[in-house]
């Protein structure tokens, strides 16, 4: 292996057997997610993932082939899933008893649920950061609102029992880490106790009607509405009831942390120092017209997107065609139900020719809104809610 | 020569095929550093020569002697960019080609932009927390050629909206509505 590739990899022996390096796999570049839309944009091929255009993105709901992916190892194989077999046990320090329920149990022991809920990953936006951050440099799209179908955490959780003590649940899925290791975990995150008790936390087994797609969690997965999306577990094989917060792959050290005080750009900030990310901000995103229009001047110029705010609610949408000097106000709807992202929509008309940038800006229910400019530096790029702009010519 | 296990017989050609083009880049090599020896006992070559004979070795490498199509594909560099992997080819590549696409792809690699301390600490993260191993004495060759082609890129609290790269479009309004 060494030779073929003019180099040595040194220590190779400690490499997992029949692992060999991406570079020399005979395998075809992706240039078509399985399952996905032929324009997601794709970061990163091993392990997959793809965010979308925000102009695919204008759909109240969004499709499953239009979901952003942000896989941390490797997914399980498709063929290797078997719907009547596939179980999600429980057990933890703060368990009242240990309990395994296969998919169909669930589906009947348990009332079903359906709601909207927004995922967006916590490192949306993170190209923009300046110093760079590191990680995959996600741009506009990693943030959906599909129609999740599934039973509520909590009725589950009531049903196995918690101890007093409980704080936190943790995940862990069927996916594998990328050295190919089974003792290592790709990623095991969570959510303390309140958000799980939540009535619009789900275990989830359908989007949009239909199985969810392989590369989002096929066949079942959490869903907490508003969070980073990396506590939704994917492929969900169990779940912890943890007497502290949880500690798995991803929970601690600077994983989907933001420093607990503000910091200058660039800062290093002690592992002690970073806070767990719960609540998204307030956010928004312009899906029409796509970037680049050209109109004339007579012309109105309709446009429309999402606003969504973590746990909270929207409760304005502005736009400025002047760099931000002035605001006017857009229509938002209500949300389909707590969690789901809002529409918001208007027209515009340009007082003369030339370029112009539409920006748009949402307002949460405690008054908080989007910064024009980039919200604090944190070192791994989190939380990026600074206003989505398009740009637009007049003639 | 022993062929690694766990390939199917298409890799094993591949490898074989790659083992012996290496020994020719080999004993090639071989020569031009006699070449390089003896010129340098010759002259007195300038730094900047230096690293420009250093540079062409290495794009001679990757270039040499591929006779079939695929291999060709394998190696193809265009602008200094090898064309499979994304990265730049320059001092490092080989290194960097080998230890940092056994995981993931070298798209990881690539999006990301740092300072050599910034990179350094991501090696420490990935050999701490995801298995990778010790890169013995590779680890300086891969900081220099990391922190040198994926240097952070000076720029304020946001960027302009990159016009360039908008693709002008006619809205056609009337199907709008």
Redesign the interface.
């Known amino acids: 292996m060494s030779l073929a590739l003019g180099t040595s990899i040194v220590f190779a022996n400690n490499l997992p057997a029949g692992l060999v390096p991406v570079a020399l796999e005979d395998h075809p570049a992706f240039q078509n997610l399985p399952g996905k839309h032929s324009e997601m944009i794709i970061l990163n091929d091993r392990p997959i993932n793809a965010e979308t255009p925000p102009h695919l993105l204008d759909d109240d709901v969004t499709p499953g082939d239009l979901f952003f992916v942000r896989n941390n190892g490797l997914p399980p194989n498709r063929k290797e899933i078997n719907l009547k077999t596939w179980s999600i046990s429980f057990d933890g320090e703060s368990a009242k008893q240990k309990k395994t329920y296969t998919l169909d149990e669930l589906k009947s022991k348990f009332k079903t649920y359906t709601y909207q809920l927004t995922l967006e990953c916590g490192g949306n936006g993170r190209k923009e950061f300046n110093p760079p951050a590191k990680g995959n440099q996600w741009g506009l799209g990693a943030v959906a609102c599909a129609e999740w179908t599934g039973v509520r955490l909590k009725d589950v959780l009531q049903d196995i029992g918690l101890k007093s003590d409980a704080v936190y649940i943790a995940y862990y899925g069927k996916d594998m880490h990328l050295s190919g290791d089974p003792k290592k975990d790709p990623i095991s995150r969570g959510v303390p106790i309140p958000k799980a008790m939540e009535d619009e936390s789900l275990i989830a087994w359908s989007m949009n009607g239909q199985d969810i797609p392989l590369l989002n969690g096929y066949p079942v997965r959490l869903v907490f509405g508003g969070w980073p999306a990396s506590c939704s577990g994917k492929w969900l094989e169990r779940i912890s009831i943890r007497n502290k917060v949880h500690d798995g792959t991803k929970m601690t050290g600077q994983a989907y942390r933001v420093p607990c005080n503000p910091v200058a750009p660039g800062s290093k900030v002690e592992n002690e120092d970073m806070c767990i990310i719960e609540s998204m901000p307030v956010k928004s995103l312009i899906t029409f017209p796509k970037t680049g229009a050209q109109i004339k001047l007579n012309q109105t110029l309709p446009i429309r997107g999402h606003a969504w705010a973590g746990d909270l609610e929207v409760q304005s949408v502005e736009y400025s065609i002047d760099f931000g000097s002035t605001w006017k106000t857009c229509e938002l709807n209500k949300p389909a139900n707590r969690l789901a992202w809002q529409r918001f929509s208007t027209k515009i008309k340009f007082p003369k020719v030339g370029y112009y940038e539409v920006w748009a800006r949402a307002k949460d229910s405690n008054g908080k809104t989007q910064p024009m400019l980039l919200p604090g530096w944190n070192p791994k790029g989190y939380l990026n809610n600074a206003c989505h702009r398009v740009a637009i010519k007049v003639t | 020569m022993k062929t ?5 017989d ?2 094993k050609d ?2 074989q095929e ?2 012996l083009d ?1 020994l020719r ?1 080999f004993i090639f090599g071989a020569k031009t550093i006699l070449f390089f020896v003896f010129a340098a006992l010759l002259y007195i070559p300038l730094e900047d020569d230096i690293k420009n004979l250093f540079k062409e070795k290495q794009e001679v ?2 270039t040499t002697n591929r006779s079939t199509e695929k291999d060709e594909d394998y190696d193809r560099v265009e602008n200094g960019i090898h064309v ?2 994304g990265f730049v080819v320059a001092p490092g590549f ?2 960097v ?3 940092c ?8 690699v690539t ?4 300072t050599r301390e ?1 990179w350094e600490q ?1 090696i420490i ?1 990935m050999q701490e ?3 990778l ?6 680890k300086p060759i891969i900081l220099d050629y990391l922190s040198t082609h994926y240097a ?8 302009n ?1 990159d ?1 360039a790269e ?6 056609d ?1 009337e199907n ?2």
């Open positions: 690694p296990e766990g390939l199917n298409k890799q591949q490898y790659a083992w290496t880049t490498k990757v499979q992997t080989d290194e080609r080998a230890n696409t056994v995981c993931h792809s070298s798209k990881l999006q990301n932009r740092a910034g991501m993260w927390k995801q298995g191993w010790d890169l013995g004495d590779r952070p890129i000076k720029k304020g609290r946001r960027d909206i016009i908008v693709e002008w479009y006619i809205l309004l709008t509505d």
